[in-house]
């Protein structure tokens, strides 16, 4: 297999399993997200490993974190870079980011 083949086959593993996480997190919050798309969530995915969040725990904790600031009164933004200026470890401040933005 060539490494342009291994490289597209890596993204579309991430994507199923980004579609995936998205389910879960509908399902599980039906509430909370019901006026939340999959794909913004699917974006909020991506935008959070593009940041190293790995884990989909810190996957999931970012685009949650990431929803509920953008729909309250939260800059999202510079909270996130607050807490990446002084928690490293990403699953960590990913915690940290979603207990502050579903207050």
């Known amino acids: ?6 490289e597209r086959l890596t993204l579309l593993k ?6 995936t996480l998205a389910r879960y997190l ?3 919050y039906a509430e909370q997200l019901k006026d939340c798309e999959e794909t913004v969530l699917i974006q909020y ?3 959070a490993r593009k940041k190293g969040y790995d884990a989909e725990i810190a996957l999931t904790n ?3 974190a990431k929803y509920y600031a953008l729909n309250k009164p939260i800059n999202f933004t510079q909270i ?5 200026d002084n928690i490293a470890n ?3 401040r990913s915690y940290v980011l979603l ?3 579903e207050k």
């Not at 297999?1 to 291994?6: C, F, I, K």
């Not at 991430?14 to 579609?19: D, G, K, L, T, V």
């Not at 996130?80 to 990446?84: P, Q």
């Open 26 to 28: 509908k399902t599980t």
């Open 45 to 47: 995915f991506t935008e």
């Open 90 to 92: 990403t699953l960590e």
């Open 99 to 101: 207990e502050f933005c």
């Open 62 to 64: 970012y685009a949650l």
């Open 80 to 84: 996130e870079k607050e807490l990446t």
């Open 1 to 6: 297999m060539t490494d342009w083949e291994m």
């Open 14 to 19: 991430r994507e199923e399993n980004f579609q």
